[in-house]
T-cell receptor, first 112, second 113 residues
Framework: DSGVTQTPKHLITATGQRVTLRCSPR?????VYWYQQSLDQGLQFLIQ???????AKGNILERFSAQQFPDLHSELNLSSLELGDSALYFC???????????FGNGTRLTVT | GDSVTQMEGPVTLSEEAFLTINCTYT??????LFWYVQYPGEGLQLLLKATKADDKGSNKGFEATYRKETTSFHLEKGSVQVSDSAVYFC????????????FGKGTLLTVNP
């Protein structure tokens, strides 16, 4: 058990809809990262937060947004969903910039 | 930009066989290198890491050596077990305060008894 909790585990929704994925980092970890894993693109870095502030952005679409709250949990919001957004979304956390990342078990999003 | 290329799978081996999964990278500066493992239905777990040239990372019988001259970080294990069946990801971090990992596409390993 990595200590990173992601909810829900599975999400099935229709095109055009909006969903929110939630992540609770390991106790004490200030950094949260979001990754998207798909068969064709592999693991793609989306965004990083550190203690509530955005630190780095990767290949995150404008339809996607994220935030990290004062209690350090994070939410990834995906809107105007398309079929191609179907993927496994991972959250990871770390306690300092050069520490290894600890991954949650992911949220599997299926857009129909 | 940074990139990681690892051998495409799937790789199928018999128990006790020798494993090599090749990984090469492109990065500016001196990245840290990692191998992560993903078991079915789970998130990624750090397997081993190396932070500078000629470092050898090792864990659970797996080893990888940071080779700057060949920009490689190949994963090896002398004798695989059925329980090693998983997807293996090579990754790099260019460091700094923005700790962004760049991953390879992953290699599926299946070990048969």
């Amino acid at each position: 058990d990595s200590g990173v909790t992601q909810t829900p585990k599975h999400l099935i929704t229709a095109t055009g809809q909006r969903v929110t994925l939630r992540c609770s980092p390991r106790s004490g970890d200030l950094s949260v990262y979001w990754y998207q894993q798909s068969l064709d693109q592999g693991l793609q870095f989306l965004i990083q937060y550190y203690n509530g502030e955005e630190r780095a952005k990767g290949n995150i679409l404008e339809r996607f947004s994220a935030q990290q709250f004062p209690d350090l949990h994070s939410e990834l919001n995906l809107s105007s969903l398309e079929l191609g957004d179907s993927a496994l979304y991972f959250c990871a956390s770390s306690d300092s910039p050069n520490s290894p990342l600890h991954f949650g078990n992911g949220t599997r999003l299926t857009v129909t | 930009g940074d990139s990681v290329t690892q051998m495409e799978g799937p790789v199928t081996l018999s128990e006790e066989a020798f494993l090599t999964i090749n990984c090469t990278y492109t990065a500016t500066g001196y990245p840290s290198l990692f191998w992560y493992v993903q078991y079915p239905g789970e998130g990624l777990q750090l397997l081993l890491k190396a932070t500078k040239a000629d470092d050898k990372g090792s864990n659970k019988g797996f080893e990888a050596t940071y080779r700057k001259e060949t920009t490689s970080f190949h994963l090896e294990k002398g004798s695989v077990q059925v329980s090693d069946s998983a997807v293996y990801f090579c990754a790099l971090s260019s460091g700094g305060s923005n700790y962004k990992l760049t991953f390879g596409k992953g290699t599926l390993l299946t070990v048969n008894p």
